[in-house]
């Protein structure tokens, strides 16, 4: 016996498909195109930009490393320097893609979801609008094995597209961090693979993924 689903909704709702409204047979089709193998740029990274990695090491550890926001300065592409911002939680660091451009970041991070959100700007730290969502999930659960598996979502905020705090920036700056939207699915990947390596060189050769400088033990 059927669940009385979608029985509130009197009128049919566009794009809606089911077997109940598209059998297998109209379905395929519309499944076949979906898994075309090649897809504009736009499509893929327009609004979302999504990359996933299994890292070959144990999640709790991994998830520790990445939700200290420190951990950013060893397997980002380009931010360095971290230093406290005078917020409780609050990070100042430097974003080399645009020179000498200030970055800011506050971590929240939920041991029990395994989440770890990077909320950061370019210039200024009163407004943390450019978000990076990650999760670090269990792979033996999902993949049947020792290890971790990260995901990880970037939204195409709008001020990507303007600036909206143009006082703030450096002068005769020439990019704004919008300008890299494009390369953020690459970049990402790129990053991705930084943390894999990281993770993975220290955990094959029995170092703790949280190094020392981080945890405070070489103190």
Same mark, same amino acid.
């Given at each position: 016996?059927?669940?009385?689903?979608?029985?509130?909704? =009197?009128?049919?709702?566009?794009?809606?498909?089911?077997?109940?409204?598209?059998?297998?047979?109209?379905?395929?089709?519309?499944?076949?195109?979906?898994?075309?193998? =090649?897809?504009?740029?736009?499509? /893929?990274?327009?609004?979302? !930009?999504?990359?996933?990695? $299994?890292?070959?090491?144990?999640?709790?550890?991994?998830?520790?490393?990445?939700?200290?926001?420190?951990?950013?300065?060893?397997?980002?592409?380009?931010?360095?320097? $971290?230093?406290?911002?005078?917020?409780?939680?609050?990070?100042?660091?430097?974003?080399?893609?645009?020179?000498?451009?200030?970055?800011?970041?506050?971590?929240?991070?939920?041991?029990?979801?395994?989440? /770890?959100?990077?909320?950061?700007?370019?210039?200024?730290?009163?407004?943390?609008?450019?978000?990076?969502?990650?999760?670090?999930?269990?792979?033996?659960? =999902?993949?049947?094995?020792?290890?971790? /598996?990260?995901?990880?979502?970037? !939204?195409?905020?709008? $001020?990507?597209?303007?600036?909206?705090?143009?006082?703030?920036?450096?002068?005769?700056?020439?990019?704004?961090?919008?300008?890299?939207?494009?390369?953020?699915?690459?970049?990402?990947?790129?990053?991705?693979?930084?943390?894999?390596?990281?993770?993975?060189?220290?955990?094959?050769?029995?170092?703790?993924?949280?190094?020392?400088?981080?945890?405070?033990?070489?103190?």
């Amino acid at each position: 016996m059927s669940l009385p689903a979608l029985d509130d909704i =009197v009128e049919p709702i566009d794009g809606l498909i089911r077997i109940e409204n598209s059998p297998r047979e109209s379905a395929t089709p519309i499944i076949m195109e979906m898994m075309r193998s =090649v897809y504009p740029h736009d499509e /893929v990274f327009g609004e979302f !930009c999504t990359v996933n990695s $299994f890292v070959d090491c144990p999640p709790d550890e991994l998830f520790d490393y990445l939700a200290d926001t420190r951990s950013l300065e060893e397997w980002t592409y380009s931010l360095r320097g $971290f230093v406290p911002a005078g917020e409780p939680g609050l990070w100042l660091a430097y974003d080399r893609l645009g020179s000498q451009t200030q970055i800011f970041t506050r971590t929240v991070a939920h041991r029990d979801a395994m989440t /770890v959100d990077y909320h950061c700007a370019w210039d200024q730290g009163h407004h943390l609008w450019m978000i990076y969502l990650m999760r670090v999930v269990d792979a033996q659960v =999902v993949l049947n094995k020792p290890g971790s /598996v990260v995901l990880w979502t970037n !939204c195409h905020h709008p $001020f990507y597209d303007e600036n909206p705090y143009p006082e703030t920036a450096p002068p005769q700056r020439p990019v704004w961090v919008g300008d890299f939207w494009d390369m953020f699915g690459a970049g990402h990947e790129l990053e991705l693979r930084n943390l894999k390596a990281i993770a993975e060189y220290r955990h094959r050769h029995g170092l703790p993924v949280s190094p020392a400088w981080m945890t405070g033990a070489d103190r």
